[in-house]
């Protein structure tokens, strides 16, 4: 057996064995073995070195090590997605969200229409802000895997917050089980809390958010952030209220109330448009002309509440992003999928 | 009152490149002035030290680029004469030194900061001369007002409007207070579209006010179509320029011509100010108003959890500090209508620049002249 093979074998038995983190032991004997492939001249396993000691949180080191690969060998996704991995396992996601895009975006082009590369890199997207890219990507790892119920999380959570879509909530709130049947772990519970909530299902979000926390020791310090970070997100949440912004009842509080500057602007307007309708030709017509007015309060209107819904992603989707992604590094190893796009995984017919 | 010799009175003098430097102009502007501004030839504001022969040298000055003879560009030769390039802005600390040691009146500090106005000193120009005199206190909210009021040379409104938020704070509870709230209101309303602005605007009481500014609350008020703005503009540009009009008679005419520009198409300002106000970014206030809705949400997802701080998540942190201030308020998606309303808001700074100093000069002549 190959140290390749070894280094494979314990890097699975680390992941089988995983508790809130990779084995320690076994994890870093994976670490050595592809050390030991790696002299040999394989590309795959100077990746798993790195993703071995990324996985025992050694980020630094194996990002280091993954750059280094990438200058080395130029044409392997691999080494491109475990960055991109690890970035969106890192504590502090947002802040490494751009890296994992732009890796993601290379493995992407270096290896088309692999579902998990989408959906990583949708992910990838969305925590750093550009939606519609997100919402692309999304689609194109639904189109590969109608099944992908991370892909569909994360194209309902865009579809609820930057498209306005109502509907998707339904899809976020009917999610968890099937994706627990799966085998993942209840960070999947906090999409629905959004559903719920964008539903005004009030209670319902309150006991999902209890579902995705609860498997994490209360007051125990390094889960603590995990479990503030989400609760941060779903108070946030609440102040962004049920539904869609500019809608029903919302509107006024949307738009900052009855003294905003949105309703004055719009009762000035109205009043200068009323203006030049009494002063007859007094208003210069080349000037101003009421459809003028009324195609400037259209304009604004318009632009106020595309304005919302990129308002809304960015605190929503991004907020979700911060919670939830270093909840799922903690409670699930990374998929299998992904260790096969590195080609870290044993070839055996 | 005496003061001290200044210390860049030795030989040689910094302007005795020249065989006889100009002290006054000449009229018409002939190509000997023009290249002997050019080199430095001249004895600026207050060469010669701090003295009453050059408080009433800064007046002639001043009367004669107002006089009805004078040269057209005589007013420009004379903004040059600010300043001189080997002394820089020396001749104005020495000035405020002088006036805070008691060795000056403010009156002298006064007729400097009236000449820059007048004259029609550009934002940067107008702002080093005056610079030099915001530590004397006796003169300190003028020459504020000299400094911080401008920013359409350079498009610094927002750094003006920063600038005037912190004088409005310093003066709190004196009887500056309210000029200083009503200048910040008029940059608030005009160039950030700001409705709150226009209440405190209308809240102001004119008659309380300097001449100068009561004439830049009522160009505000002239933007959203108030009756009477434009009577109101015209009777404290009348206040302002009541004093100066013996020593400067050519004053009232060429503001004349100017306030009738700055009035001339009422229609099309308070549509581009509303344009301006439509191009807004209105959306921001949402997340204002989602955070603060949060931050006042009590109700927890358990017992078994403590209560959480009032921070926000990065992702609420990096979305509020996409919003909110002047910058984002001012510089609109609008382009052709924030450009006109700058324009216009230039021109209204520049009008009350000369009517400010009008007013300051007014006030100094009897103490200066007698």
């Known amino acids: 057996m190959s140290a390749f093979d070894d280094a494979i074998d314990a890097l699975h038995e680390s992941i089988d064995g995983w508790n809130r983190g990779a084995v320690p032991g076994t994890i870093s004997r994976c670490a050595v073995c592809f050390d030991a492939a790696a002299r040999e001249g394989d590309p795959r396993a100077a990746v798993g070195a790195a993703v071995a000691r990324g996985l025992a949180g050694d980020h630094e080191g194996a990002r280091r090590r993954l750059l280094e690969a990438t200058a080395r060998w130029p044409d392997a996704a691999g080494a491109y997605v475990a960055i991109g991995m690890l970035a969106l396992r890192s504590p502090d996601v947002l802040a490494h969200a751009a890296e994992a895009s732009w890796a993601l975006i290379a493995a992407r082009s270096l290896a088309p229409s692999v579902g998990c590369i989408e959906r990583s890199l949708a992910v990838a997207l969305a925590a750093q802000g550009e939606f519609m890219g997100a919402l692309h990507c999304a689609r194109a790892a639904l189109a590969i895997d109608p099944d992908d119920e991370e892909a569909r999380l994360w194209s309902s959570l865009m579809r609820l917050y930057f498209g306005g879509d109502v509907s998707a909530a339904t899809v976020l709130a009917e999610l968890p089980p099937e994706a627990l049947l799966r085998g993942r772990s209840t960070a999947v519970w906090l999409g629905a809390v959004a559903g719920f909530y964008a539903r005004g299902e009030f209670h319902e979000a309150r006991v999902t958010l209890r579902k995705a926390i609860g498997v994490f020791k209360q007051g125990a310090t390094p889960e603590k952030p995990l479990v503030d970070s989400a609760r941060r997100w779903f108070r946030e949440l609440r102040g962004f209220g049920a539904g869609v912004p500019m809608t029903g009842e919302r509107w006024v509080r949307d738009v900052g109330g009855a003294q905003s500057e949105y309703v004055r602007t719009r009762a000035a307007l109205s009043t200068f448009r009323d203006a030049i309708v009494q002063s007859g030709a007094r208003a210069p017509s080349d000037v101003v002309t009421v459809l003028d007015v009324d195609s400037a309060l259209g304009a604004m209107e318009a632009r106020a509440r595309r304005g919302m819904l990129e308002y809304g992603a960015r605190l929503m989707v991004r907020g979700f992003a911060e919670a939830y992604l270093p909840m799922v590094a903690c409670l699930e190893p990374p998929p299998l999928e992904l260790l096969a796009a590195m080609g870290l995984v044993r070839l055996d017919g | 009152m005496t003061s001290p010799p200044p210390p860049w009175l030795v030989d040689p003098l910094p302007w005795h490149a020249a065989a006889s430097p100009i002290e006054i102009p000449r009229a018409p502007v002939d190509p000997e002035t023009e290249s002997a501004l050019s080199h430095g030839w001249y004895v600026p504001l207050f060469g010669w030290g701090a003295s009453d022969d050059e408080a009433r040298r800064v007046i002639a000055l001043v009367s004669r680029a107002y006089s009805t003879e004078a040269d057209p560009g005589s007013m420009d030769c004379l903004a040059i004469m600010l300043l001189h390039p080997a002394l820089g802005t020396r001749p104005m600390s020495f000035l405020a030194d002088a006036i ?4 000056a009146p403010a009156a002298w500090g006064k007729v400097a900061l009236a000449a820059a106005g007048l004259l029609g000193a550009g934002d940067s120009l107008r702002a080093e001369f005056g610079e030099a005199m915001l530590d004397c ?3 300190r909210a003028n020459a504020l007002r ?3 009021v401008g920013g359409a040379e350079r498009y610094t409104f927002p750094e003006t409007f920063a600038r005037l938020c912190a004088a409005e704070k310093e003066f709190a509870g004196t009887r500056e207070a309210e000029a200083f709230t ?15 602005a226009l209440d405190t605007l209308r809240e102001v ?3 309380s006010l300097p001449a100068a500014d009561a004439w830049l609350v009522s160009a505000g008020l002239f933007l959203v179509g108030d009756d009477g703005a434009k009577a109101r503009m015209t009777e404290y540009a009348s206040l302002a320029l009541e004093g100066v009009q ?8 060429i503001l004349s011509r100017e306030l009738a520009e700055l009035v001339a198409q009422p229609w099309a300002r308070r549509w581009d100010h509303l344009r301006c106000a439509a191009a807004k970014d209105h959306a921001a206030a949402a997340v204002r108003a989602w955070l603060s809705a949060a931050l006042y949400e009590t109700h927890e997802e358990g017992a078994e959890h403590e209560t959480l701080g009032p921070e926000m998540t990065k992702a609420a942190k990096e979305a509020r500090a996409l919003v909110g201030g002047f910058l984002l308020d001012w510089f609109v998606q609008d382009r052709e209508a924030r450009s006109r309303v700058d324009h216009w808001a230039g021109d209204v700074l520049r009008v ?3 009517l400010h100093g009008a007013s300051m000069l007014g006030s100094a002549l009897d103490e200066v002249v007698g």
């Open chain 2, 205 to 207: 009481r004119l008659e």
């Open chain 2, 146 to 148: 000299t400094v911080a």
């Open chain 2, 246 to 253: 013996p020593v400067a008679p050519r004053v009232v005419s």
């Open chain 2, 100 to 103: 805070q040691s008691g060795a």
């Open chain 2, 352 to 354: 009350y620049h000369r």
């Open chain 2, 137 to 139: 206190p006796a003169v």
């Open chain 2, 182 to 196: 009503a200048l910040r209101a008029w940059f608030e309303f005009v160039l950030a579209r700001r409705w709150s």
